[in-house]
């Protein structure tokens, strides 16, 4: 059967199957650098793009190629490009489409270091960048420039949750003929799916919800195009941001649990989240499963659920914050999200210190925020261990 015609989560155990010889259950681990060509005229037609043959790992592998086509099938995209990070997977999107002088309109908070390279990197070539508050479709419309290439977002965003209208946004880019890019790793395609609605390439850090077990670090770029598609495989073989195979197998393996993890911790995160909110030490809290969040109605209108990411802010600000974060025992403090374990960070001063107090201030990203990835352990350990954790602020 056809994975493309199979629902989510039958998508998520049989997307990315191959018929190996030997019958194999799960997706073999080719871990070979090169491979073996039939004779020479084999070896030249897979040069020249006339035979699909394996050339060398850094072009193509056989684990790596299930991976990004599970994923692209999972996102409703036409080609999946498979990297080595997170970031690899971003850096690849912005080398695809920015040149020298061109202009990319970008989400005023997201994932510090997408914002960071651009600054201290892509903006020694001549690349220029405004960053706004895309939840307001209209900041993006004044943004936009005769030499705008590229308009990227990430929605819920990190670390404020603020959400942004997918579709509202895909128009405006198809309007001004520009690509429009949207980091979906905080939902993953079991929660949303950016191409549906009409963006042209989503992309995800794997490290996160994908893979879920805190135990590699991977990218994905996926295209509603083939051409898209090309521009981006040919940005990663060239600079040679590949994946490994292993990590690919690792992936694989996590994917098959991705909608039963996002659904257990979902659960977890909307009784934490409620806990939270009536908390009289919580000065303020975002999630999309609330109705207190700006951007409630469109969460339910463009996701499939509101996600375990929440964001919130204490009575007695930094100061309260850090107390509860020296506190936790059951939480880890550390960086990353969307894995099995609840995961408690500090923002400013940890994923974001890079952006500076300024920009911080004007995206949102205050000195009291704190970041809370919620886990799939039994909810009323994460809640005790918050309780104990308060009673110390």
């Not at 060398?56 to 490009?81: K, S």
Request: glycine share 10%.
């Amino acid at each position: 059967m056809d994975p493309k015609n199979l629902r989510i989560n039958s998508q998520l155990i049989h997307a990315g199957e191959i018929d190996d010889c030997l019958g194999s259950a799960t997706v073999p681990i080719y871990q070979t650098s090169t491979f073996r060509f039939r004779n020479v005229d084999h070896g030249a037609a897979c040069f020249a793009g006339e035979d699909p043959g394996y050339i060398y790992t850094r072009i193509g592998n056989p684990t790596i190629q299930a991976l990004e086509e599970a994923v692209a099938i999972l996102e409703r995209g036409v080609a999946g490009i498979a990297t080595s990070s997170g970031m690899a997977a971003i850096t690849a999107v912005y080398h695809a489409f920015l040149g020298a002088g061109a202009h990319i309109v970008s989400h005023d908070a997201l994932y510090g270091p997408a914002r960071g390279v651009m600054e201290s990197l892509f903006a020694k070539f001549g690349v220029e960048s405004t960053y706004v508050d895309t939840t307001d479709l209209d900041n993006v419309r004044k943004a936009i420039q005769p030499n705008t290439a590229l308009i990227y977002t990430e929605t819920p965003a990190n670390p404020t949750m603020g959400i942004t209208d997918i579709a509202g946004l895909a128009a405006i880019a198809r309007e001004h003929h520009i690509p429009l890019c949207v980091d979906n790793t905080f939902s993953s395609p079991v929660l949303q799916r950016p191409l549906e609605l009409g963006a042209d390439i989503s992309l995800h850090s794997m490290t996160k919800f994908i893979n879920g077990h805190a135990d590699i670090v991977a990218g994905m770029v996926v295209t509603r195009t083939p051409e898209h598609g090309k521009l981006v495989r040919n940005v990663m073989v060239n600079m040679g941001s590949n994946m490994d195979p292993h990590q690919a197998y690792l992936v694989l393996r996590g994917l098959k649990t991705l909608g039963i993890r996002v659904e257990r911790a979902q659960q977890n995160a909307m009784k934490v989240a409620e806990y939270l909110q009536a908390h009289p030490k919580v000065e303020w809290i975002k999630y999309p499963g609330l109705s207190s969040h700006p951007q409630y109605e469109l969460a339910l209108r463009q996701m499939m659920g509101p996600g375990t990411m929440i964001s919130f802010g204490l009575k007695g600000g930094l100061q309260a914050g850090k107390t509860l974060m020296n506190s936790v025992r059951l939480a880890l403090l550390a960086v990353s999200l969307g894995g099995v374990e609840t995961l408690i960070q500090h923002p400013a001063s940890m994923t974001h210190s890079k952006l500076g107090p300024e920009h911080r201030a004007k995206a949102g990203i205050t000195d009291g925020l704190v970041r809370f990835s919620v886990g799939i352990e039994d909810v009323e350990d994460i809640i005790a261990d918050l309780d104990q954790a308060l009673e110390k602020v």
